[in-house]
């Protein structure tokens, strides 16, 4: 008889999940997924293209319907779930229904940050996580609002642009000064800089926000220094916070995530956790690759068969705005390290390499990502790269060809 196993979310993590079991544990278990959002799961990675309008709500789904019935998967949709009762092994939905489990993973994600500045409960102060936001906002961005877009990480940059391409006047506010600091060296967020203000975001860093003004809406965001930026609508996007609650109220484990082991099992041995609201270690991976890796590992102890996590090494490779942006490992370099470094400040290029002890550590690419799967590489397999080291700059073939 199949083990029932709840899974709890219904995002990227909980989909590759379900992927991976379908490859490895087919039939195995009897699996019911959960979660709040009454839609089929989809790629949240893709809700910048879908505000910008470049792509339809269609696109942005992981699977059709009939994927998930064809794995025999029971999709709870529309209601979350409210309980865990690790004694008797059950969940309990939002309407009051009761799931039994063998097995349970949470899989619930973040929430963005909302700090408690004055003002924020104003009508017209969001945040951008879900498909409900953006037709909010692409409806605001629509009648040309003047918009007020704070953080300049990943997704801050991201609402932005969707929000300019939506038809909105955007100001994209920072409080560091430069962007994507955890990303990028102080050259390339410059580069991207210069790339996002050619877009026609008017773009100011190294300003704090003090807090919103406005009567019945939002009508303006005031900084530090008393200066009001005038806005109809503001989004704060300056990140997303582990989804705990569920872990933390059924007693288990939780530091910034839900602390797991190299299975991907919390304190208690029947419950997983994969994803945002994992932690491992002491890290909290906020990507989507880290996640895919959990669940490959989960599924595979799922299926019976020996797997351990060892933690990922953190790379991202993205478009942000139109701009190619690719960062991987150690990117600002110590006294020890050498660094080699390729620029076309007119063509929007910027490519920089730390590198130690004749081994790549890490490196930045911004405008052109050609090559960053075998730059990737390299850093993983922490190989010496000396023959090739006066070519990397350029790329994968230049560097078969010579180290030939």
């Known amino acids: 008889m199949a083990e029932p196993l709840v899974i709890v979310g219904k995002g990227m993590a909980a989909t590759r999940l379900v992927e991976e079991l379908g490859q490895r544990a087919l039939g195995r278990h009897a ?16 809700l910048s293209p879908l505000l910008a309008g470049e792509i339809g709500e269609p696109d942005v789904e992981l699977k059709p ?20 009762d690790r004694a008797v092994k ?18 619930t994600g973040s929430k963005p940050v909302r700090p408690p500045l004055p003002g924020s409960d104003l009508p017209g102060v969001m945040t951008f996580r879900d498909m409900a936001d953006v037709r909010t906002l692409r409806e ?18 991201e609402a932005a642009y969707g929000l300019s391409r939506a038809g909105g006047q955007v100001t994209l506010l920072h ?12 050259e390339g967020a410059a580069l991207l800089a210069s790339a996002i203000s050619a877009r026609g975001i008017a773009l100011r860093l190294g300003v704090a926000t003090k807090g919103f003004v406005g009567t019945d809406d939002v009508e303006g965001v005031e900084l530090s220094d008393g200066e009001v930026i005038p806005a109809d609508l503001v989004v704060i ?50 990507l989507v690759e880290p996640a895919y890796e959990q669940a490959r590992v989960l599924a595979t102890r799922l299926a019976g068969k020996p797997a351990a996590y060892g933690g990922s090494l953190l790379a991202t490779n993205l478009k942000v705005s139109g ?3 690719f960062s991987a490992g150690g990117f600002e370099a110590g006294e020890a390290d050498q660094t080699l470094v390729l620029r076309d400040r007119n063509a929007g290029l910027y490519r920089k390499f ?8 890490g490196c930045v690419l911004v405008g052109d990502t050609q090559g960053a799967l075998f730059y990737l590489g390299l850093i993983r397999s922490g190989q010496d790269i000396s023959a090739i080291r006066a070519d990397l700059p350029f790329g994968e073939p230049y560097c078969t060809l010579r180290a030939a």
Request: net charge neutral.
């Open 140 to 157: 605001r961005a629509s009648r040309g609002a003047r918009i007020v877009v704070i953080g300049g990480g990943l997704l801050g940059i």
């Open 323 to 325: 701009v190619g942006v």
């Open 354 to 361: 730390v590198l130690r002890q004749g081994r790549l550590i």
């Open 31 to 46: 699996i019911a997924v959960i979660g709040e959002e009454p839609r089929l799961a989809y790629n949240r990675v893709l």
């Open 237 to 286: 996007a300056i990140g997303v916070r582990p989804n705990t609650d569920l872990g933390r109220a059924a007693g288990l484990a939780v530091g910034q995530g839900i602390i797991v082991d190299d299975g991907m099992a919390s304190e208690d041995p029947d419950i997983f956790a994969i994803g945002e609201c994992a932690e491992h270690r002491g890290s909290v991976y906020g």
């Open 90 to 107: 059950a969940v309990t939905l939002a309407d009051g229904a009761t799931l039994p489990y063998g097995k349970l993973v949470l899989a």
């Open 65 to 84: 319907a009939a994927w998930w019935q064809a794995r025999g998967v029971s999709t709870f949709y529309g209601r979350g779930v409210t309980a865990i």
């Open 175 to 186: 409080l560091v000064d430069r962007l994507m600091e955890r990303q990028l060296d102080a």
